[in-house]
């Protein structure tokens, strides 16, 4: 249990379908990430909120749409994806950006499928 | 964004120590390194971190060299548990962790 908790753990979605994936930590912690894994990749860089202001955005398409309403809970809302964007999403959270001496910690991810 | 270099993959034995490399030659005087592990369908988890100095925690200790350019993670005896993805990083001022592809650490019995 790392303190971040993702849900759904799992969720297979139509083309055409909207759906939302959530994120929620009670660390304490200002800055929150969206990552995307696809197979046999590294992790990438989606979005970040630090003190819930988007500070980064990385040429991620439209019909992934990041939600930041307080510090504790990040939502990334999902809509009329294509089969590559199945993958697993991971939220991490960390003191804030500024932090380079603490750690982030990650939550168990979400196995997205999109059929 | 500053850069690492880590080898693809290494094989240990179990119990015994296994020293994973990182080379990081445009790392700047306030950049940390951070180590992070991925064990297989689990987020990455925190290993362990460091400036100038070497350093230990209950994980792993990280060995840095002198001129920073390259680190060192060290585990001291090898479990089956550890077979992971190990992840170094240089977290810098207003920069965000960016993983690249790690090493592959498996651990044979």
């Known amino acids: 249990e790392t303190g971040v908790t993702q849900t759904p753990r799992h969720l297979v979605m139509g083309m055409t379908n909207k759906k939302s994936l959530k994120c929620e930590q009670h660390?304490?912690?200002?800055?929150m990430y969206w990552y995307k894994q696809s197979a046999k990749k590294p992790l990438e860089l989606m979005f970040v909120?630090?003190?819930?202001?988007?500070?980064e955005n990385n040429s991620v398409p439209s019909r992934f749409s990041p939600e930041c309403p307080n510090s504790s809970h990040l939502f990334l809302h999902l809509h009329t994806l294509q089969p590559e964007d199945s993958a697993l999403y991971l939220c991490?959270?960390?003191?804030?950006?500024?932090?380079?001496?603490?750690?982030?910690?990650f939550g168990q991810g979400t196995r997205l499928t999109v059929v | 964004d500053a850069k690492t270099t880590q080898p693809n993959s290494m094989e240990s034995n179990e119990e015994e120590p296994v020293h994973l490399p990182c080379n990081h030659s445009?790392?700047?005087?306030?950049?940390?390194i951070h180590w992070y592990r991925q064990l297989p369908s689990q987020g990455p988890e925190y290993v362990i971190h460091?400036?100038?100095s070497n350093v230990n925690n209950r994980m792993a200790s990280l060995a840095i060299a002198e001129d920073r350019k390259s680190s060192t993670l060290i585990l001291h005896r090898a479990t089956l548990r550890d077979a992971a993805v190990y992840y170094c990083?240089?977290?810098?001022?207003?920069?965000?962790?960016?993983f690249g592809a790690g090493t592959r650490l498996t651990v044979k019995p």
């Open positions: 991490a959270s960390s003191q804030d950006r500024t932090a380079m001496n603490t750690e982030a910690f």
């Open positions: 660390l304490g912690h200002n800055a």
């Open positions: 909120y630090n003190f819930k202001e988007q500070t």
């Open positions: 445009t790392i700047s005087g306030t950049d940390y």
């Open positions: 460091g400036l100038t």
């Open positions: 990083i240089l977290m810098e001022v207003w920069g965000d962790m960016r």
